[in-house]
């Protein structure tokens, strides 16, 4: 059984940092891509990044290209998210999901496994 629990949410203000973890367990990950995924009060979820665990390969939704950066430390098993200048509109809880290779899909439908979130709220 795959596990995975985020953790680094928080309350910041606008232009402020956070890291995200994602800790993953119950299998090896290697042909795993990792992404990270938000969902706004009354809005549909929505991709943010993804990272192929193998190659390192990554890729972001447009809004979030040069403020937020993923990576993993394959000796954790953990995927990170870090995200800076932050902005009110970045409100929303935060999850971490696992699909197989291949593909970097940015489908929340194609991520089999997922976490149970974290909230991060960013006031102006």
């Known amino acids: 059984q795959v596990l995975l629990a985020e953790s680094g949410g928080g309350a910041v203000q606008a232009g402020g940092s956070l890291r995200l973890s994602c800790a993953a367990s119950?299998?090896?990950?290697?042909?795993?891509?990792m992404g990270w995924f938000r969902q706004a009060p009354g809005k549909e979820r929505e991709f943010v990044s993804a990272?192929?665990?193998?190659?390192?390969?990554?890729t972001y939704a447009d809004t979030e290209k040069g403020r937020f950066t993923i990576s993993g430390d394959n000796t954790k098993n953990t995927v990170y998210m870090q995200m800076n200048n932050l902005k009110p509109e970045d409100t929303a809880v935060y999850y971490c999901?696992?699909?197989?290779?291949?593909?970097?899909?940015?489908?929340?439908?194609?991520?089999?496994?997922w976490g149970q979130g974290t909230q991060v709220t960013v006031s102006s």
């Open positions: 990272l192929n665990w193998s190659g390192g390969s990554t």
């Open positions: 999901a696992a699909r197989e290779l291949p593909g970097l899909s940015r489908e929340t439908y194609t991520y089999k496994y």
């Open positions: 119950g299998r090896a990950f290697s042909n795993y891509v």
